[in-house]
């Protein structure tokens, strides 16, 4: 039973336009947030979090949105570049359960073009 | 500049053989993970690490041990390697505080093929 959802596999958006990824999960003891992005060959990368007491953080191009009555979070990437072309895995952690561990969605590609 | 190294990146080899898959971090860092991962797929952890002389199991059942003898070094061993074992596999830590648990830094990777 996947906890953490990225509905969609991959995502194309032209260079300069807004870049929007969607991430849902189901386990109501998930308090903290976060988005990994992972290029061919390498491992992922952590991009930017958030914490359950908070709805939107913010660092760069990179903006996190929460909603936690909806189970939901997004990530937006304005403007996007070519460069941002990778794999974006969703991520949830639990800190009141012991071992802090992280569930990871499945990833979504995405492909900025030129 | 995180630093965390896997070997080998990729490793192709016979039903039945014993392998072992390298992991090191410069960092200090006290906790370390192995996750399996599938193409199309999530990251699934198999093992993670406290520290010194801790391993324990994760969510995904794996036929592979671990051990942590050094803080440094987080070898994967399987002990007789089949093709369901075929994946890859991340090696990642992350630091000493509570805060910095979240960042977990990752490894390129070993990609296993076992034939």
């Known amino acids: 039973d996947q906890q953490v959802k990225q509905n969609s596999p991959s995502l194309s958006v032209q260079e300069g336009r807004i870049s929007i990824l969607n991430c849902d999960y189901t386990n109501s003891m998930f308090d903290y947030f976060l988005w990994y992005k992972k290029y061919p060959a390498e491992g992922p990368t952590f991009l930017i979090s958030i914490s359950s007491i908070k709805d939107k953080n913010e660092d760069g191009r990179f903006t996190v949105f929460l909603n936690k009555s909806a189970k939901h979070l997004s990530l937006h990437i304005v403007p996007s570049q070519p460069g941002d072309s990778a794999v974006y895995f969703c991520?949830?952690?639990?800190?009141?359960?012991?071992?802090?561990?992280?569930?990871f969605g499945t990833g979504t590609r995405l492909l900025v073009s030129p | 500049e995180a630093d965390i190294y896997q070997t080998p990146r990729y490793l192709v080899i016979g039903t039945g053989k014993k392998i072992t898959l390298e992991c090191s971090q410069t960092?200090?860092?006290?906790?370390m993970y192995w996750y399996q991962q599938d193409p199309g797929m999530e990251l699934h952890l198999i093992h993670y690490?406290?520290?010194?002389?801790?391993?324990e199991k994760g969510d995904l059942s794996s036929e592979s041990t671990v051990s942590r003898i050094r803080t440094e070094h987080f070898p994967l061993t399987l002990e007789s390697a089949r093709p369901s074992h075929t994946s890859q596999y991340l090696c990642a830590s992350s630091g000493l505080g509570r805060d910095t648990f979240y960042e977990q830094y990752f490894g390129p990777g070993t990609r296993l093929t076992v034939t």
């Open positions: 960092m200090g860092h006290d906790k």
């Open positions: 991520a949830a952690s639990a800190m009141n359960t012991g071992f802090q561990k992280l569930v």
């Open positions: 690490s406290y520290g010194v002389n801790s391993t």
